[in-house]
């Protein structure tokens, strides 16, 4: 349900049916190759995350075309941080600080009564400590970082990383990563990937219409872009 609507809320930039495509790319194989124009046609066929039926009486979900499948990759990491924090907050936890690969949540303090220092990641650096950009000092908030970083391979010459636009079927060419800071890791880490497959200019406009949401922006070719309340 919270990925339907988010899907609905970015005009699918965020789509968890991506499935068929992820499969057709590859990018956990050990030599993943470009697939053919002809089956990304195919596999874009099968996306849409508007074809979901849920039944929320019975909680069962039907995909009725065959061949398509569910990726949850830009959203389950957020809901794990998310049920996690919950989980230590009702069992007495008042300073704690969730990492689940790039999805952060934070929880009061520091212990030291300071705010938890985050970095931002450079996504041509020379490894997770190589960062750019402000250092965020958060207490009680969430951050998400997309970036085209983590999974990606080389052929000839060009670069192919794993975040797809759902309506071309291909990676996303006008960005290297973006960072989210809400009050909710199921929505800063949706809402990283969404304004990821925007671009720049629809993801910083997206961005300024969000209530309580800032985001930063590192395009393709490494300028800094910052949504009005960006905590800088």
């Known amino acids: 349900e919270e990925a339907i609507r988010y899907s609905n809320s970015t005009g699918g930039a965020f789509d968890i049916t991506v499935g068929p ?14 697939p053919e124009i002809s089956e990304i046609k195919q596999a874009c066929a099968l996306v849409g995350w508007n074809f979901i039926e849920l039944d929320t009486v019975n909680i069962t979900v039907r995909l ?16 794990a941080a998310k049920e996690g ?17 790039g999805n952060i ?9 300071e705010p938890w220092k985050v970095g931002i990641r450079n996504p041509r650096g020379q490894g997770p ?35 797809l636009n759902p309506k071309t079927g291909m990676p996303v060419q006008t960005m290297s990563g973006v960072t989210v800071v809400a009050k909710d890791p199921l929505c800063a880490d949706a809402l990283s990937t969404a304004i990821f497959v ?6 910083l406009e997206l961005a300024n219409t969000l209530d309580g ?20």
């Not at 495509?21 to 470009?34: A, C, E, I, R």
């Not at 009725?64 to 809901?79: F, H, N, Q, R, V």
């Not at 949540?105 to 009564?113: C, E, H, K, L």
């Not at 750019?132 to 958060?138: A, M, Q, R, S, T």
């Open 21 to 34: 495509l992820m499969d057709l790319w590859g990018f956990g194989n050990q030599t993943p190759m470009p």
């Open 198 to 203: 925007l671009g720049p200019i629809k993801g």
């Open 129 to 163: 400590n190589d960062t750019i950009g402000p250092v965020l000092n958060v207490t009680n908030k969430a951050i998400s970082t997309s970036g085209d970083y983590e999974r990606f391979f080389f052929h000839n010459g060009e670069r192919y990383h794993h975040i």
């Open 213 to 232: 949401v800032s985001v930063m922006i590192i395009d393709s070719d490494g300028n800094m872009l910052f949504s009005k309340d960006f905590p800088r």
């Open 105 to 113: 949540v934070t929880i009061g303090s520091r212990p030291d009564g």
């Open 64 to 79: 009725p075309m065959e061949g398509m499948s569910i990726d949850l990759g830009g959203i389950a990491k957020g809901y």
């Open 85 to 101: 924090a919950r989980i230590l907050r009702e069992n007495g936890i008042t300073h704690a600080l969730i990492d689940a690969g």
